[in-house]
């Protein structure tokens, strides 16, 4: 360990189990003290790679440093890296202290109970030290997992799928108090979820994974905002995205075509070739009545009829059937001061241009199942 | 906090029985009732009837009556003491043994045993397809002092050249080892299973050394299977009379050989009904003993 930093580096990580590849060649630096987000659906290697990182997995190829140190040979016990486990794996036969003080003892630390006091404390849990894990709830264990694990200040916390037992409510709360936690304490957290909300909420940084790769990398609102690959821009949030064709260029726009309306697109947020797939956020279309005028310099798309309209309480979603007979998704938020309207509305849709992004459209998968949504 | 113990919470959620459902189970239960009456609650007190008879007047062997007579126990004991103390010494030996063997195995197919698991658990029990007390015979053949066994153990220094195995103690201890590992593999294999691996890789990752998680993590965790085997096993072993016959000589008889031969041979029912209430009293003695100290209802 170097006195300086001690970055987290995942470089070409593969594991291959018999006939199929979880985790495909990883690149991958995290720094130190960040909260980085691994987050991807079941089965795209995010928690074998957690696993590998831990020492619970052994890579097929590729090496892990912390630091300087190559720790992809080491043992678990033998890593400055601490797991907090799905379901927690609290070990039942211990009370909550003992489970926090484990890692203390094996390490032979000094002040064992000063250290797993201070470390129940900081989850707030302090007073049920004397209990059994089985006596606590679901949100409790967690924490209890959490000062498990934080207790022994290791280099980089792996968490993995931590709040995924929890109910709505509890899991929101629980997210802030992992983001102060971390803040408090300055560990590196590596966070596997599935949950994209999760991920956003509290990463620094994310890694959107699948099929065993990183499809995109980067602060939660640039994946957000501009989707690389129409994976991220459906697994992170919802995307109206529609097959257009390029028709030219207008200074740092790319003009593209659809159903004879020109739209555009800035060119630094356009794939370069090939086929092209306009996108836009839900929340970003603005609703205008077919015969209101629009404002200029938005992309506009004229011929919407409303097909259904869902009130949601703080939004309404609306499903606009498009003339080339795409269904598009709008949030209008329920301001109390716009037109709402009602089904078969003859509308249109207007958005800044900004707000687009040009995906490369390998027109099939990913494409399909929105349109069905 | 207690409101969310699954224990305190069931009970209430549990629908109550309506009448016609309490016939129904009532009925159900007969059967299982009148087995135990008949097979076990009539010949215990019937044996605790004989254990206080003496000998009729007629000198006719086989002719009791009842007197009670309750210094048929302390003969019992005083003539007895030390085929007693053999038992349960024997017994407790071969338990441990059991233990000894049984728990690396049951560890072996719980977790590493990957597809063979099954076959394997089907190894255990294989033996008994084949006679007891045939399998106790051969045990004699393995054990015999000029058999290759034992002549191997002893080229290999690993047993002194000059003892004798042969219808000896060893033998004896051998013998109900072999016999009883099943039962002892059985509950280990089925608590370790259990086991979340989980909490194993947790022990790792806390720093805990393999030999470490397995005395801190696993092991405690398999006290339920430990308790059940160990039971399983010291229980039918203290009043085993199968191995001491046939793999021992006359200085090796346990208890179970005495009561065997009071009973078949001597025809003295009150001694031989004293000797089972009194190794019966010992055994449950020693059980609660031994499961107060393990503790094992603290196990969820």
């Known amino acids: 360990m170097t006195a300086s930093r001690s970055d987290l580096r995942l470089t070409g990580l593969t594991k291959r189990f018999s006939g199929f590849t979880a985790v495909d060649g990883l690149d991958l630096t995290i720094s130190q003290g960040e909260f980085f987000a691994l987050l991807g659906p079941s089965g795209c290697g995010k928690t074998t790679t957690l696993r590998m990182i831990a020492g619970l997995e052994e890579p097929t190829g590729g090496s892990i440093h912390l630091g300087d140190l190559d720790v992809t040979e080491k043992k678990p016990y033998q890593r400055p890296v601490n797991t907090v486990f799905q379901n927690y794996a609290l070990f039942p036969h211990l009370s909550?202290?003992?489970?926090?003080?484990?890692?203390?003892?094996?390490?032979?630390v000094k002040d064992v109970k000063k250290q797993a006091l201070e470390a129940l404390d900081l989850v707030e849990l302090g007073h049920l030290a004397q209990r059994r894990p089985a006596q606590l709830s679901g949100g409790q264990q967690q924490r209890i997992a959490l000062a498990r694990a934080v207790v022994n200040r290791p280099q980089v916390l792996l968490l993995d799928e931590p709040l995924g037992a929890l109910d709505?409510?509890?899991?929101?709360?629980?997210?802030?108090?992992?983001?102060?936690i971390q803040t408090e304490v300055g560990i590196t957290f590596v966070h596997v979820t599935h949950d994209q909300e999760e991920a956003m909420t509290m990463a620094d940084r994310v890694a959107v994974m699948n099929h065993g790769k990183i499809e995109q990398l980067g602060a939660p609102a640039e994946l957000y905002e501009a989707p690389g690959t129409t994976f991220v821009a459906n697994f992170?949030?919802?995307?109206?995205?529609?097959?257009?064709?390029?028709?030219?260029?207008?200074?740092?726009?790319?003009?593209?075509?659809?159903?004879?309306?020109?739209?555009?697109?800035?060119?630094?947020?356009?794939?370069?070739?090939?086929?092209?797939?306009?996108?836009?956020?839900?929340?970003?279309?603005?609703?205008?009545?077919?015969?209101?005028?629009?404002?200029?310099?938005?992309?506009?798309?004229?011929?919407?009829?409303?097909?259904?309209?869902?009130?949601?309480?703080?939004?309404?979603?609306?499903?606009?059937?498009?003339?080339?007979?795409?269904?598009?998704?709008?949030?209008?938020?329920?301001?109390?001061?716009?037109?709402?309207?009602?089904?078969?509305?003859?509308?249109?849709?207007?958005?800044?241009?900004?707000?687009?992004?040009?995906?490369?459209?390998?027109?099939?998968?990913?494409?399909?199942?929105?349109?069905?949504? | 906090?207690?409101?969310?113990?699954?224990?305190?919470?069931?009970?209430?959620?549990?629908?109550?029985?309506?009448?016609?459902?309490?016939?129904?189970?009532?009925?159900?239960?007969?059967?299982?009732?009148?087995?135990?009456g008949v097979f076990f609650v009539v010949p215990i007190f019937t044996l605790a009837g004989t254990s206080t008879q003496t000998p009729s007047g007629s000198g006719l062997p086989g002719e009791f009556v009842q007197t009670f007579h309750l210094a048929n126990y302390w003969d019992a004991i005083s003539a007895y003491r030390g085929h007693f103390a053999r038992s349960f010494f024997y017994s407790i030996l071969a338990t441990l043994l059991c233990l000894a063997i049984g728990y690396p195995l049951a560890y072996l197919i719980a977790?590493?045993?990957?597809?063979?698991?099954?076959?394997?658990?089907?190894?255990?029990?294989?033996?008994?397809?084949?006679?007891?007390?045939?399998?106790?015979?051969?045990?004699?053949?393995?054990?015999?002092?000029?058999?290759?066994?034992?002549?191997?153990?002893?080229?290999?220094?690993?047993?002194?050249?000059?003892?004798?195995?042969?219808?000896?103690?060893?033998?004896?201890?051998?013998?109900?080892?072999?016999?009883?590992?099943?039962?002892?593999?059985?509950p280990l294999y089925s608590s370790l299973e259990r086991i979340d691996p989980r909490l194993i890789e947790a022990g790792g990752d806390l720093y805990g050394t393999s030999f470490t998680v397995l005395r801190k993590v696993t092991f405690p965790l398999s006290m339920p299977g430990v308790v059940a085997g160990t039971l399983l096993t010291f229980i039918p072993a203290s009043g085993d009379y199968v191995n001491a016959a046939l793999l021992g000589n006359t200085r090796t008889t346990m208890i179970g050989n005495v009561v065997e031969s009071r009973f078949f041979r001597v025809v003295d029912y009150p001694t031989a009904a004293a000797l089972s209430f009194i190794l019966m009293a010992i055994i449950l003695v020693l059980v609660i003993l031994y499961v107060r100290r393990a503790g094992t209802e603290e196990l969820v």
């Not at chain 1, 207008?250 to 370069?272: A, E, N």
């Not at chain 1, 849709?349 to 998968?365: I, M, T, V």
């Not at chain 2, 219808?167 to 109900?176: D, E, L, R, T």
């Open chain 1, 96 to 108: 909550v202290f003992e489970n926090v003080a484990f890692g203390l003892r094996r390490r032979g």
């Open chain 1, 168 to 180: 709505l409510k509890l899991r929101r709360q629980m997210q802030i108090e992992l983001k102060r």
């Open chain 1, 236 to 373: 992170l949030g919802q995307s109206n995205l529609v097959a257009v064709t390029r028709s030219g260029t207008d200074g740092q726009y790319t003009m593209v075509d659809v159903g004879g309306q020109k739209l555009r697109i800035r060119t630094d947020r356009c794939s370069s070739e090939g086929e092209l797939l306009l996108g836009v956020r839900p929340e970003k279309i603005r609703l205008h009545s077919a015969a209101d005028p629009v404002p200029s310099g938005l992309n506009q798309l004229t011929g919407g009829v409303v097909l259904d309209a869902s009130y949601l309480g703080v939004s309404t979603q609306y499903l606009v059937r498009m003339p080339w007979g795409q269904n598009l998704t709008v949030f209008a938020q329920n301001l109390g001061i716009g037109e709402r309207f009602s089904d078969g509305s003859a509308v249109q849709l207007a958005w800044e241009p900004d707000h687009s992004f040009g995906l490369a459209g390998d027109a099939g998968a990913g494409v399909e199942s929105t349109l069905e949504d």
């Open chain 2, 1 to 36: 906090m207690a409101a969310l113990t699954p224990a305190s919470v069931e009970p209430d959620e549990l629908p109550r029985a309506s009448g016609r459902q309490l016939r129904t189970v009532l009925l159900l239960l007969i059967p299982g009732l009148l087995w135990l």
């Open chain 2, 111 to 186: 977790f590493r045993a990957g597809r063979l698991r099954n076959l394997l658990l089907v190894l255990v029990v294989a033996p008994f397809f084949t006679s007891f007390v045939l399998r106790t015979l051969a045990w004699r053949q393995i054990l015999a002092d000029d058999g290759w066994v034992v002549s191997a153990l002893k080229w290999l220094h690993l047993i002194p050249s000059d003892l004798a195995v042969t219808a000896s103690p060893i033998a004896v201890v051998a013998g109900i080892t072999y016999n009883f590992l099943p039962f002892m593999v059985l």
